[in-house]
């Protein structure tokens, strides 16, 4: 996901909040849930726990990492809390669909059951089960639609 996309939409975002509610600032004292302050945290906590597991192991890219920052930044607290929770549900439905469309569902289920196997010493064979590649930001954007739909509608 290029910069050129994630970068202005996070500023965008959070120039909407900031001209929309303020700083977040109200009656002496810091309202978390509202304004510039809002999409600052939500944002910068989205994009540090997505960084983290890229730092950790590929498992997300950086395009990945910026794009759920500007997500946040968009959302606020405490709607980002919900998404993330929805965005992860459709990054599994998607790896699942994956899986099933390219009829690696057994091959996948036999490298996990080795890796903990490995893990839990109760088996030496080496895992030499392909690395697959699943484009994450489909579910970061279905599950941030997915998110303000149910925002929106009230459940």
Do not use: C
């Amino acid at each position: 996901i290029l910069d050129f996309v994630t970068l202005p939409a996070a500023v965008f975002a959070l120039g909407l909040r900031w001209w929309h509610e303020g700083t977040g600032w109200r009656q002496g004292t810091w309202d978390l849930e509202r304004g510039l302050l809002s999409g600052l945290l939500a944002g910068g906590a989205a994009a540090a726990l997505f960084g983290a597991l890229a730092l950790r192991g590929g498992a997300f890219g950086w395009g990945d990492v910026k794009l759920v920052g500007a997500v946040g930044a968009a959302f606020g607290y405490p709607l980002i809390m919900g998404a993330l929770l929805i965005i992860s549900l459709a990054g599994a439905l998607q790896a699942i669909v994956t899986l099933i469309w390219q009829g690696a569902v057994w091959d996948t289920l036999r490298a996990v059951a080795l890796r903990w196997g490995k893990r839990l010493k109760l088996s030496k064979i080496v895992v030499d089960a392909p690395v697959r590649h699943i484009p994450y930001g489909v579910a970061i954007a279905v599950g941030s639609f997915w998110a303000m739909w149910w925002e929106v509608s009230g459940n």
